[in-house]
C-alpha cells in the first residue's frame, strides 16, 4: 500500500500533456488581413536558400524557443520576425486543432488577424515573398486531394525477429491524405493545406 500512496502522491497534482512532446514543437499563425476590403489570407514563399523546404508555401511559424512562454508566444515572435509586422498590429483570435506530425513533430496553430500591411518588413533569409488570398476565393474552390503513404522500415539494429508477428509489419504504412489548393502559380500543399483545410472546415459558411 506504501507503494501505492507514493503513486498516488506523485500523480495528484500532475497535469497531462502529449506523449513524446519532447521532440520539436512549433507553433504557426494562420493571419487574416482585409485586402482591397476582402478578408483574405496571408501566406509566406519560402526563401530558395533554405535548406528545408526552399520555395515552399506555409504559414509564419517556427520552432517554439525556451524563452517562449506558450506557443501563441510563440506564433506571433515567428511572424514579426519573418515579416516585420509589429505585435501591435496582431490581434489574436483562437487556437486552431494541435497537429502531431510523424516528421515536424508537434504543431500549434493559432488564427490571428493582422490589423494593416502598412509594416511589412520581409526578412528575406527566410521569406522569399508574401501573398494573399481572398478567403471567399478558398470557400469556393474544393482542394484536390490525393494520398499518400508513409512506409514502416524498420532500422538496420531494429530487433524485428523478436516481434510477435513480425510478418504482419512486412510492407506495412499508413495513408494518409494531402490536400493541394490551387491559386495563379500558387501550389498549397503539406502541413500548410491541411491546417487550412481544416479552418476553412470549421469556418465555412453553412
Known amino acids: 500500500m506504501n507503494e501505492l500512496s507514493a503513486i498516488k502522491r506523485q500523480l495528484s497534482n500532475r497535469k497531462s500533456g502529449i506523449l513524446g512532446s519532447g521532440t520539436?514543437?512549433?507553433?504557426?499563425?494562420?493571419?487574416?488581413?482585409?485586402?482591397?476590403?476582402e478578408l483574405s489570407i496571408l501566406f509566406e514563399v519560402r526563401s530558395k536558400t533554405l535548406a528545408k523546404q526552399p520555395g515552399e508555401i506555409c504559414f509564419p511559424g517556427g520552432k517554439i524557443d525556451p524563452t517562449d512562454p506558450t506557443p501563441e508566444a510563440?506564433?506571433?515572435?515567428?511572424?514579426?520576425?519573418?515579416?516585420?509586422?509589429?505585435?501591435?498590429?496582431?490581434k489574436m483570435i483562437a487556437p486552431l486543432d494541435k497537429l502531431v506530425t510523424p516528421f515536424r513533430g508537434i504543431i500549434y496553430p493559432f488564427i490571428g488577424e493582422l490589423l494593416c500591411l502598412d509594416e511589412l518588413n520581409i526578412n528575406h533569409?527566410?521569406?522569399?515573398?508574401?501573398f494573399t488570398v481572398p478567403l471567399s476565393y478558398l470557400y469556393e474552390h474544393e482542394p484536390d486531394v490525393h494520398s499518400m503513404k508513409l512506409w514502416f522500415e524498420p532500422g538496420a539494429?531494429?530487433?524485428?525477429?523478436?516481434?510477435?508477428?513480425?510478418?504482419?509489419?512486412?510492407?506495412?504504412y499508413n495513408e494518409i491524405s494531402e490536400h493541394f489548393y490551387y491559386y495563379h502559380e500558387y501550389v498549397i500543399w503539406g502541413l500548410t493545406a491541411r491546417i487550412l483545410n481544416h479552418f476553412?472546415?470549421?469556418t465555412k459558411p453553412s
Open 74 to 90: 510563440a506564433a506571433i515572435r515567428e511572424l514579426t520576425e519573418e515579416i516585420g509586422i509589429p505585435e501591435n498590429k496582431i
Open 24 to 37: 520539436m514543437q512549433s507553433a504557426v499563425l494562420l493571419p487574416l488581413v482585409y485586402v482591397n476590403n
Open 157 to 172: 539494429d531494429f530487433p524485428i525477429d523478436k516481434v510477435p508477428n513480425k510478418h504482419a509489419y512486412s510492407n506495412r
Open 125 to 130: 533569409d527566410e521569406v522569399d515573398h508574401t
Open 200 to 202: 476553412l472546415d470549421i
